[in-house]
């Protein structure tokens, strides 16, 4: 098939590279002729594992390319995937402006062309928005009506830092469409793929992928308030009671006698908070589309509340314990997650704003974010960006870790005494740091 991706951004660029690479002729399409120069050069835009080299693979295949509009391709496109940006607003709404005026370009490019071509977005999208706000723009400005051309929705589930893997290995398949041909051409599109293919209308598919990214951020904020009792009560580890709650058959079923693990239950596992460029602004999206629609998103309102407060946590439970002042301290990680370069909404931002407060020298590292966390915390001469944390380490007072790099297990367990280690996403031993001052979410001894 030959599609056109319009955004190069995780979702897009992603998107239409796994397409490429299962043979099909992709375009991707972003207005910044910069990103569109370097794709074009086999230099990705952002980090990703496998991704410079599938890249590369790509270009030189001759079935993929970068540009800056749909005009040289439209002529022979069946599908045109909407893959841009729907950031918050500063009021939590979702950022429809993109998909506004990507819709007017399609609308526009397809006013005179006779082929039939599927509009499918992909970008995280409220309901109601392909089957109303897409149609309806697409519809005025190329003077035809639904049925001259196709609409879909088919939502992604990639988690950055395996992508990739994701993109080739998905879980299930949300089709969402809004005629018949658009149904076909998607399941014609995806028929290698050996996985459940879910066909629905648009605003379901909508619908689906707002509450998945929900359900998983209400796990992780649930973990971390059950997390704040096992702190107050003292001599409780959070780990412990969640194995506990982890061996319930229905989160963890047994096969051929042997326990599962499935991977939900890294969602039941306490720690400083979620981040990224998903969860926090997609729930906040789905309680501001709730309000509007008429329902109390009690819950959904208070995992936003607890998840801001778990880096506070971190600083609360140190300063029970020592006092910050003129101490060194070590930060070891800043990205949301390992796996990538991406600091949107890290929980590291916030610890770090926190500490600035105090009268203190801090110390961070992380193995590929530092460049895109200095862009988001501004110079300040209380803080150095390190490589060699191990050299820092017999340095510092007070040792944070906030992002579950592996790396960080290489801490020397020997060398950490009279240090106060606070491991918020559980990297190292507890049993190796006994009679050490470990501590971390959920754990207060
Ligand atoms: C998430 C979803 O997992 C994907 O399915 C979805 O496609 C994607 O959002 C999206 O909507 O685009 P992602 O943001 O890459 O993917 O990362 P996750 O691995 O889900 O982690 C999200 C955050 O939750 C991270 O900050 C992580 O550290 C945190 N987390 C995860 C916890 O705090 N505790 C946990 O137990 C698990």
Redesign the pocket.
């Known amino acids: 098939m030959k599609i056109i991706v319009i955004g190069t951004g995780?979702?897009g660029l992603i998107t239409g590279l796994g397409f490429s690479s299962l043979n099909h002729q992709v375009t991707c399409v972003d207005i910044n002729e910069k990103v569109v120069e370097k794709l074009n050069k086999g230099i990705p835009t952002f980090f990703e594992k496998g991704l410079e080299d599938l890249l590369k693979k790509e270009l030189s295949s001759g079935r993929f390319k970068a540009n800056t509009n749909l005009k040289e391709d439209i002529q022979e496109v069946d599908l045109i995937f909407i893959a841009v940006g729907t950031p918050s607003l500063n009021n939590g709404k979702i950022d429809l402006s993109f998909i506004k005026t990507v819709s007017e370009t399609i609308g526009k490019e397809i006013k005179n062309i006779d082929r039939f071509i599927s509009i499918i977005v992909k970008s995280?999208v409220l309901p109601k928005t392909t089957d109303t706000l897409v149609r309806e723009i697409i519809e005025d400005f190329s003077e035809k009506e639904l049925g001259e051309f196709g609409l879909g929705m088919n939502?992604?589930?990639?988690?950055?830092?395996?992508?990739l893997e994701?993109f080739m290995n998905p879980d299930r398949i949300i089709i969402g469409f809004e005629d018949i041909k658009t149904k076909k051409s998607l399941a014609n599109l995806y028929e290698s793929w050996d996985c459940e293919k879910i066909f629905v209308n648009t605003r379901t598919a909508e619908l689906i992928?707002y509450t998945?990214?929900g359900f998983?951020?209400l796990?992780?904020s649930a973990?971390?308030e059950i997390a704040k009792i096992s702190s107050s009560i003292g001599n409780i580890d959070i780990k412990e009671v969640m194995h506990g709650v982890h061996l319930d058959k229905r989160w963890n079923p047994k096969v051929n006698n042997k326990r599962v693990y499935p991977k939900i239950i890294?969602?039941?596992?306490?720690?400083?908070?979620?981040?990224?460029?998903?969860?926090p602004k997609?729930v906040k999206a789905l309680i501001k589309y709730g309000e509007e629609n008429g329902n109390d998103m009690k819950i959904f309102r208070n995992i936003i509340e607890i998840?801001n407060d778990?880096p506070k946590t971190i600083i609360r439970d140190l300063s029970k314990v020592t006092s910050f002042e003129d101490k060194n301290i070590l930060i070891l990680g800043l990205a949301?997650?390992?796996g990538?370069d991406?600091v949107r909404?890290?929980?590291a931002i916030a610890v770090v704003k926190e500490l600035l407060k105090k009268d203190i020298k801090i110390f961070l590292h992380d193995p590929i974010a530092i460049i895109n966390f200095k862009k988001e915390i501004g110079a300040n001469s209380k803080i150095k960006f390190i490589n060699n944390w191990l050299d820092q380490v017999s340095k510092s007072a007070i040792i944070i870790i906030l992002?579950?790099w592996e790396e960080y297990e290489k801490l020397n367990y020997s060398n950490l005494s009279g240090k106060i280690i606070y491991d918020a996403?559980r990297v190292l031993s507890k049993e190796k740091l006994y009679c050490r001052k470990y501590m971390s979410i959920g754990l207060q001894n």
């Open positions: 995780y979702v995280t939502p992604e589930f990639l988690r950055e830092g395996s992508a994701d992928k998945n990214n998983l951020a796990l992780i973990t971390n890294d969602y039941l596992e306490a720690g400083c908070g979620f981040g990224g460029s998903c969860f997609d998840n778990q949301f997650k390992p990538t991406d909404e890290s929980p992002t579950k996403r």
